[in-house]
């Protein structure tokens, strides 16, 4: 879905860490925001407004390209800014949030006995048609393989190959017939690989199956129990509606969407979504490229957390164990598109403090109405102007240390990496990130080698992150034989590469120590400063 598989993987987040108080949502809401959301002070609902003030805050000192934040906690608001000229009542195209709707909709054919099970072969749902590259593998992809992107065909339509494929699918003149007639990489089921197409296949099948379009479908079946109005949602040439994106929304309408998942399907006393279809729809069933998981169109971002995702930014969160709906509307640029779930990592999280009401803060609540006054009426840029006019401190290490008793040797990194990874992938032992996914500090722990010398270290990094990064041009710039603080022998490199667009400094320090190769690294886009990465790698450091 994006070629920055990077910014993902950065703000995947054990937010376990922040969760110390066991929240859960309450049986029964309150009320049903079918006629519109209710508003109440972050405190009221256990919030603490001060963490929201400083994320709002750190929006604009970032110079993040986020319009609008919306939070609902135990199904009130405590949060709803807009930067101008947006509002509450614009609609925006929510991009491949849209997938996230289209599953909806085909849970809701299944439980209306249109579609009998996911594991009913795709071609059994166009009859009429000849497949191309027909074989026992085109045969035997299901249903669930399209919800869950593991189709097996050699689709190619997303950002990671220029949207190359979407752009074939578009010019086609039939959609269907395109995507059924693309020749097979692998065996379903056996590998995620994000396909818009596949999305697009699933709003062909439920129009086969009901005889309506996903759009008049939605709104009888969807949007109109939920009180959703003025949405658009256009149809291909062949009146298909594009299951895969351009279905614009409100973000209160969003939010909707979000809370009935939350809700577990159900809305008002009404059953709108099978109870099994949201809980199969939001549980991990393969390993993505760029999330820990994805579901049947919507993506695992910790066993407690999932998310609709869209293009430039547009997401729709749920988190079950804080009662909690986050939506985000951006026009992030790659390196930033991910910010969102740092954002709610950092700041939204952490700022759930009890499931009782808080004592009220007026000067809190005072600073959060401010701050929204000014995005109201501020646009980004005039935002970023005055943010740059104030006084900016150069970038220092506020250290704080990781240490690794198993191994017997500790490491400082800046205080302010606040992001940490759920699922490390050996030999990482540990990593922290910037909210925006920069910098980045990992320590690695793995087997020395086999005839590899201490001094040529540096090409063994430049292989790991091949290993999990589409990175062009890698070059070692500096490498060198370093004596550590403690006295333990250990190899210096400076290395630069791309990344996409942007280019990619990475510094790091590795010792071999009780037959293992120990390193820590850090790295950022190539305008940070190279000592404030130099002293986050060269504070390795063993026991004596």
Excluded at 43 to 57: A, N, W, Y
Excluded at 162 to 182: A, C, E, H, Y
Aim: charge should be neutral.
């Amino acid at each position: 879905m994006k070629k920055n598989i990077l910014r993902l993987i950065i703000f995947i987040l054990t937010l376990v860490i922040w969760w110390n108080f066991g929240l859960a949502a309450d049986e029964k809401p309150d009320y049903w925001p079918t006629k519109g959301w209710r508003t109440a002070s972050p405190e009221s609902q256990g919030m603490d407004s001060k963490l929201l003030v400083k994320m709002l805050d750190t929006i604009g000192e970032k110079h993040i390209a986020i319009h609008s934040v919306l939070v609902i906690c135990n199904g009130y608001i405590v949060l709803d800014a807009y930067s101008y000229p947006y509002d509450s009542d614009d609609t925006h195209n929510i991009h491949s949030c849209t997938k996230s709707v289209s599953s909806a909709l085909v849970g809701i054919v299944m439980d209306k006995g249109y579609i009998k099970d996911v594991n009913q072969p795709v071609l059994d749902f166009f009859p009429k048609r000849v497949a191309k590259n027909l074989d026992a593998d085109k045969k035997a992809m299901t249903l669930e393989n399209l919800l869950t992107m593991t189709t097996g065909l050699e689709c190619r339509d997303s950002a990671l190959y220029n949207w190359r494929g979407l752009r074939q699918l578009r010019n086609s003149p039939d959609w269907v017939q395109f995507m059924i007639d693309l020749p097979m990489a692998e065996v379903p089921g056996t590998r995620f690989e994000y396909c818009n197409g596949a999305s697009f296949l699933l709003s062909a099948i439920l129009q086969e199956q009901t005889g309506m379009n996903a759009l008049s479908f939605a709104k009888e079946n969807l949007f109109v129990p939920l009180s959703i109005s003025d949405v658009r949602w256009p149809s291909n040439p062949q009146g298909i509606t594009v299951g895969y994106s351009d279905l614009f929304m409100r973000p209160h309408d969003m939010a909707k969407i979000g809370y009935l998942y939350l809700n577990d399907g159900l809305w008002d006393g009404k059953r709108i979504i099978s109870s099994q279809w949201i809980k199969a729809s939001t549980r991990k069933h393969i390993a993505a490229t760029s999330t820990p998981g994805y579901g049947y169109q919507w993506w695992i971002v910790s066993p407690g957390i999932y998310t609709a995702l869209g293009h430039k930014g547009q997401f729709i969160i749920v988190v079950p164990e804080k009662n909690m709906v986050a939506v985000f509307i951006s026009s992030l640029g790659p390196e930033d598109s991910y910010s969102p779930l740092g954002l709610l990592a950092s700041y939204i999280i952490p700022a759930v403090k009890s499931p009782t009401p808080l004592p009220e803060n007026p000067n809190g609540e005072k600073a959060l109405k401010s701050l929204i006054t000014l995005w109201q009426t501020t646009s980004l840029v005039d935002r970023w102007e005055i943010s740059n006019k104030a006084e900016k401190s150069p970038q220092r290490l506020k250290p704080k240390e990781y240490v690794n008793n198993e191994y017997g040797f500790s490491a400082k990194y800046d205080a302010e990496l606040l992001s940490m990874d759920s699922q490390l992938v050996s030999p990482r032992v540990f990593r922290r990130r910037g909210l925006r996914g920069f910098p980045t500090f990992t320590v690695l722990v793995d087997d020395i080698p086999q005839g590899m010398a201490l001094e040529n270290t540096g090409n063994y990094m430049i292989d790991l992150q091949k290993m999990t990064l589409p990175i062009t041009d890698p070059k070692i710039k500096k490498q060198e034989l370093i004596k550590l603080s403690d006295g333990t022998d250990a190899n210096y490199f400076e290395i630069t590469c791309r990344f996409g667009s942007r280019g990619i400094l990475t510094v790091g320090v590795f010792a071999y120590k009780n037959n293992k190769i120990i390193g820590a690294v850090a790295g950022s886009m190539e305008e940070t400063p190279i000592e404030y990465l130099a002293d986050m790698a060269k504070s390795l450091r063993f026991k004596k």
